[in-house]
């Protein structure tokens, strides 16, 4: 008789207006992230993410891993708002086990004065503290569930770039998610208890109302060690620390669309119903090396799908994505073939 041993798991839980924040706590300090919304919307089945051209996104497509950024990093001054935190009914404990360590290295430091005396400055240094510290542990990939959304296409491709599409069942488990994003206009404030994990999956799925076109979707990556962060105090005292850059397996890569601008006007050398000739080799653009980088990549790999942006300027104000089989005749010469006739002039 095989002998199975009981995974134990510790789930704690955080409820503001009918959406629930959880954390499952496993053995060996692993954790999953669950958020509920009142209508309990099931995961979606695919994910999308835009880029604008770099030579860091070309690197993330080539090499297929995401990025899991720190808040810092992200467009949203609000990201990640240390001021949702409760630190009121926080007690002394709480603060010693978070802040000892700057005891032991300054003998003149008392967080038990502090805590009764100066509270305010305590409250400050352990959140600017626990900020630092929590998303050096993990970082946050930000997708969307609208492929066409033309805000989303201006604001992160600038309409040169591409989009990706991910199959949400086949990225990996080190990537907790995706978890819906709540927008709202008031904030009910989180207490800080013993696991710090709750708190930070609070405050990265919270966002204002006028980020709610965005319609986004995020995944919690818990490095395998500290990760890099962009606060000049805080690297300097790092290791060797992890890079941000997280793996996925290239059955998870569905589509690749590129933006309507992705290609320029003096770059094309036919133009028909369904058909275009694109050389590249008359381009004047700064990006042109990234884009043949793109377009070889989408060669290589003839099992993800390839689209491109239109817009019908006389008809609705909406973005379309149109499919087209890629072909390479030179170094800098791309032939596409439309599956729709369509005209890219």
Known sequence: MTDTKKIIMKTIEFTQRDWIYRVHQKPLDEYDFEVIDPLKTPKPQYLYKHFSLSKNSIDSLLNNYLYASHP?????PYECNKRIFNLDPTPLSIFQNFLGVLEKDDKKFSIREMFYHQRQELND??????WQLMYSKCGIVSMSDKPTNIQMWAYYSKLDGFQIKLNTQRIPEN??????????????KIPIENNFFLP????????ENNWDHESEWRYVVVGPSEMEVPLSI??????????????????????VTLGCYFFQPDEFSKIEKNHSLFDLSKSESINTALRINLLNYLV??????????????????ELIKVPFRLDK????????????????S
């Open 234 to 255: 805080f690297r300097n005292q790092q290791k060797s620390p992890h890079n941000r850059k997280f793996p996925y397996d290239i059955s998870a890569l569905i589509e």
């Open 175 to 188: 990537f907790k998610g995706p978890l819906k994003l709540r927008y709202s206009s008031i904030l009910k």
């Open 200 to 207: 930070v999956l609070y405050q990265m799925t919270n966002k």
């Open 125 to 130: 240094l352990f959140l600017e503290s626990f």
């Open 300 to 317: 290589s790999h003839p099992e993800v799908e390839t689209k491109l942006i239109f817009w019908e300027k006389h008809a609705k104000y």
């Open 72 to 76: 810092l990093q992200l467009n949203d």
């Open 329 to 344: 005749k030179d170094d800098k010469l791309f032939e596409i073939w439309f599956e729709t006739e369509q005209n890219v």
